[in-house]
């Protein structure tokens, strides 16, 4: 693991930012000639993160906000047409600069909307949520939801670059802090087993910004192979075949949806199923990771007639072939396979190895 704190890692044609004061933004604003300066926000990043940046930018004052509604449900079309009608409004041009200000919501979406506007303007992400800070806001996959399908419509566009600050989760809510560590122990699955053994036992507000940038470290080193996904990183993918589906299941049936992380936390279980029946995973690892999201996620209970509604969604996967469902599976903890494929038999057999695990 990471010991040193670095104060910036690179990527693909830009920097990844680790400083809680945020100097580096006002920095990069002034080094370039801006035109204009947007900044995308949600209604609560409005409230607990602008004033942080606005503080932390004293000398830029000439700027616009755009303010979205908070959460999944608003990763549209429609809000996205908002943005671009505002941009218009606020007279963006080429030389606009966008401010992504939030958690992976605003990131995926102002990215789209900046990478669309006028055939592409530079954005940068500044990630107020555990989820987009070790996950989201790195390595330029943006997009939307269509209807409960997500992340179907979107670009590669890489941010001009990611400034991190971990004054951003003082005020964020319990719930949304645990949903990010599944990306974290996600990172540790998929490429280093000794960072998931540091980090599983952990209570997620116990994360530090060494396992924020150490898990940064992780995604980097894969997007900036593979940036556009033609291989490898479709390991960052693993527990989202299923979990994708089940997250797009429960925004379309559940009063209270389940987030991202924990969605992806099912589906890390239930491809941990697939790894240990499919790929080589031996048994006692796989016990292990159940015991790890088990231990910090809640059950999620469903029952068989939602199975054809899942599956259904998983045929939209980007990583499948034809009508093959693609999956990222381990072989190992801190070791994953891409391009396995699994039938609609075996899906299910781990879907319901899940629902008799937690009945
Ligand atoms: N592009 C990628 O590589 C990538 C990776 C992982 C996830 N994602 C996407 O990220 C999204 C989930 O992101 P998320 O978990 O950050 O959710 P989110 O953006 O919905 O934010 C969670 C909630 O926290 C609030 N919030 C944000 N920062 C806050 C702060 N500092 N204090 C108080 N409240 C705050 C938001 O308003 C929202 O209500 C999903 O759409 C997922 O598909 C993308
Ligand atoms: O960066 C990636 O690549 C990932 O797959 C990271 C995932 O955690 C993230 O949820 C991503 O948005 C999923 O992408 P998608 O291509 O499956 O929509
Ligand atoms: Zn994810």
């Given at each position: 693991m990471t010991t040193l704190m670095e104060p910036y890692i690179s990527s693909t044609g830009y920097n990844v930012f680790f400083d809680?004061?945020?100097?580096?933004l006002e920095t990069f604003i002034r080094s370039a000639d801006y035109s204009r300066i947007l900044i995308l926000t949600d209604r609560n990043t409005s409230e607990h993160c602008l004033p942080v940046v606005q503080a932390a930018i004293?000398?830029?004052?000439d700027y616009d906000v755009i303010e979205v509604d908070p959460g999944e449900e608003n990763k549209n079309i429609d809000f996205c047409m908002g943005i671009w009608r505002m941009m218009l409004d606020f007279g963006a041009d080429r030389r606009s600069l966008l401010i992504n200000l939030g958690g992976g919501v605003v990131t995926d979406m102002g990215g789209f909307a900046a990478s669309t506007f006028k055939r592409g303007i530079d954005f940068v992400q500044v990630p107020t949520t555990l989820l987009a800070q070790v996950?989201?806001?790195?390595?330029?996959k943006t997009g939307i939801d269509m209807g409960n399908v997500k992340n179907i419509i979107g670009t590669f566009a890489q941010p001009r670059a990611v400034f991190i600050s971990?004054?951003?989760?003082?005020?964020?809510d319990r719930r949304q802090l645990v949903s990010g560590f599944a990306e974290v122990i996600k990172h540790g699955l998929i490429k280093d087993a000794a960072f998931y053994a540091s980090v599983k036992g952990l209570d997620a507000s116990d994360l530090t910004a060494t396992h924020i940038q150490h898990s940064v470290v992780l995604k980097n080193a894969v997007v900036t192979q593979d940036p556009t996904e033609k291989g490898l990183r479709k390991i960052l993918n693993f527990g989202h075949t299923i979990g994708h589906a089940i997250e797009g299941y429960s925004l379309a049936n559940d009063s209270r949806p389940l987030l991202h992380g924990e969605a992806i936390a099912v589906g890390m279980i239930c491809e941990g199923y697939l790894s240990y029946r499919l790929n080589g995973l031996e048994e006692a690892s796989f016990n292990d990771l159940v015991a790890t999201f088990r231990r910090h996620f809640p059950d999620y209970r469903y029952d068989a007639t939602c199975y054809d509604a899942l599956l259904d969604l998983m045929k939209n996967d980007k990583k499948n072939d034809g009508d093959r469902i693609g999956f990222a599976l381990l072989n190992a903890i801190g070791a994953c396979d891409y391009d396995v494929f699994a039938g609609k038999a075996e899906i299910l057999e781990s879907l319901e190895f899940y629902r008799t695990l937690v009945n």
């Open positions: 809680d004061t945020l100097a580096g004293p000398t830029v004052s996950d989201a806001s790195v390595g330029g971990t004054r951003f989760l003082q005020t964020l």
